[in-house]
């Protein structure tokens, strides 16, 4: 049900992003939700793509050896609470958000890219709460 979050490190140089998701680009990868945090130099780059082994597959010819992190997206309702809501939901169940960054929707909802310290948990109680969980099946089509 959760999404794979594809992760690599790159310098922290001009120019060096663009060869990335350019060369994803060129191989028919939707990139549909990114996060950069710059440490000390290196860049980490966490991706959220359409097809997560032909990404890993790509970025090792380039020389990036890809991780895999189990996340968390939801998409919610374009009211001021929804976001509250689901942080409320995760802490009622004793879910730590480790990170979390945006998630475009073409319908113009919110989506929101949660790792947390129990995916299957959050997804289980963010369900039961009526929050609607994005499985990677429909990455496509959103």
């Keep these: 049900m959760n999404i794979k979050e594809v992760s690599i490190f790159v310098e922290h140089v001009p120019g060096k992003f663009l060869e990335v998701v350019k060369t994803l680009t060129e191989n028919n990868i939707h990139v549909r939700s990114f ?6 130099g290196i860049v980490v780059l966490r991706l959220i793509v359409d ?7 790509i970025l090792k010819t380039m020389g990036y050896p890809a991780t895999f ?3 968390i997206a939801v998409s919610l309702p374009n009211s001021p609470e929804s976001f509250c809501r689901v942080l409320e939901v995760m802490k009622g169940a004793g879910i730590n958000i480790e990170y979390a960054y945006p998630f475009p929707m073409r319908d113009y909802s919110a989506g929101i890219v949660f790792e947390v310290d129990d995916t299957a948990r959050a997804a289980e109680v963010l369900t039961d709460a009526g929050i609607r969980v994005i499985t990677q099946d429909e990455l496509p089509v959103l």
């Design 35 to 40: 996060c950069a945090a710059e440490l000390g």
């Design 69 to 71: 992190t189990e996340v």
């Design 51 to 57: 097809n997560v082994l032909w990404t890993a597959s």
